[in-house]
DNA sequence: TTGTAAGCGTTATCAC
DNA sequence: GTGATAACGCTTACAA
């Protein structure tokens, strides 16, 4: 085993050398400074030989930056938020920094904790999935000059830089789609009510009765949660009226599990007695039973173009233009509704 | 807006207070230094106030603690690591630490490359889920004295600290069900061939037929990859052949989505005309068209117990037992094999 | 072409 | 009960 070599004093000393000049050569300023190219060969030799690399934390603490940027998300085990996770790792890592990855279980005073704590870890940059009630705190910490880019759960109205899918044109897809199959009774089973794609989904939902002169059921828009559960209970609802409808708009993939483990249970089939479609692709989609018809968000380009917009403000201080970003979404066209003009 | 407050000094100068008085209200030693209760309740009002927390990046470098862990895995947006990814932060929160997350790709270049950039980062303890081909670099860490647990990819004769699933018994389990419903020719469509978790679910495999006195087909273990369009590309070979299986056994819950799309393709129906078993239970298992039978994993004791062994290590630095915990798996019998002796 | 020394924000040691 | 000071490992003026 080599003599330990734990500083850059340590190498710095095994070379004969000064700090300084390790330093410079490590961090590629050997031209700058006019180093020898035999004295940079061997600082560089050295390093590698003695697995040396310098303490990130020394070095945050003297330049006022830590090439590490806060994640907060409401559940990494949520599939739609862990594809997000990594393409923002993988974006992160390209450009030489690492993420601090905080879930902050949809709760929002473990979020506001989340947003202190990584403050004290002097992230460079924080992107954030809010539980999205309140936006205060998030507000606050943009406002104090640190880079932040909200990404899922925002609105123009909030004047943060943020990331969205255009949930409004998702749930008019979805609805036209299965209008324009001859469907009239369409029911909704929506999310949490208060969150900001929920509204712009339902939104679009409502539009698309409206523009082909459909009356909306009021009775037919129920739930309150995206998981499954919620998906399950409302079926089992739904179907037990008198009249029910001969469609099913899902507003997140878990609810649409729900939902078909009800129909199942109820012996209905899909899309012959009941048609469906889905917010949220999910690589099984395709293979469920009956392959289902979903709305697709683009998670990978949510994550780089969060990255990207986070590094205009880490990179540049003074800029401070509030960018806001709305990612169409895309009908994926299956099996699951049926057409009703035939 | 108040006057700003960046440092300990900052608030000790408004207090009236010397740097080491706040320092020591803020970490909780007022009792141990004889803090007056009033300068106690001012020093914490204040930094209330001023929404002051220390700096970490400060503190570590101190203290020589940072209280983050480094965990390496494979690929954040595969479910399974992604839950094990869940169960990790939320453990580690509790404790007070932060987790930065890395991610792998599967490459082993890569792999090494973030044990370094979590060395200079100083994190507290590293866990990992191992691309599994090559181990020097991980044992070198582990014993260089910095804090790691191996997850999932490890075996006994690695002397490593590690926490992973009983995959000889999923793979018995799996196999002996099939078995005891009177299938005596099952494919097996298997993930990398080289990792460890692929060489136990196999032995367990070949094992369950030995012990019911089945002679084992070797053209029917088949794959290379865990994967989808290895399940898929497997199955249509296999249902392609003269005399083809009565059942399949999938090493993944991705290679069983592909061998299901391939199944629908080829119109044979799960379980009347192929019986299936998958290894991985995941959330819409119950609800596919047929629900699947499955091997499950437990994946959030995998994280918590990781955590729990890692925080041995951290907290007592002379503690250098290696621990290996193998944990059981659950056979899930839902509706995907048909029983042959009726 | 290289080196000396100060300072980043914190806490531990020693002093009073 | 409280405070002055050094030190953690690094980079950057400034010096030579």
Redesign the pocket.
Known sequence: MHSSV???????RLL?????????V??G?SEK????N???QKVRQAAKEYN????K???G????RTDTIGLIIPDISNPFFADIAYSIEKEARLKGYSIILCDSVDDLKVEKELITLLRSHKVDGIIIAPVGIRYEHIINVYNSGIPLVVIDRCFPGLDLPSITSDNYQGGYDATNHLISLGHKKIACIQGMPESFPNKERLRGYIEAHENNNLEIDKTMIVGDSFVIENGYRQTRIIFSMENPPTAVFAFSNLISIGVIKALNEMSLKIPADVSLVSFDEQPYSAYLGTPMTTVNQKKSEIGQLAIDVLFKYIMDKEYRQVVYMKLKTELIVRDSVRNLRN
């Open positions: 734990n500083d850059i004093r340590d190498l710095a004969g050398l000064s700090p300084t000049t390790v330093s410079r490590l961090n300023k400074y006019r180093i020898s035999l004295t940079a040396y690399s310098p303490s934390i020394a070095r603490l003297k330049m006022d």
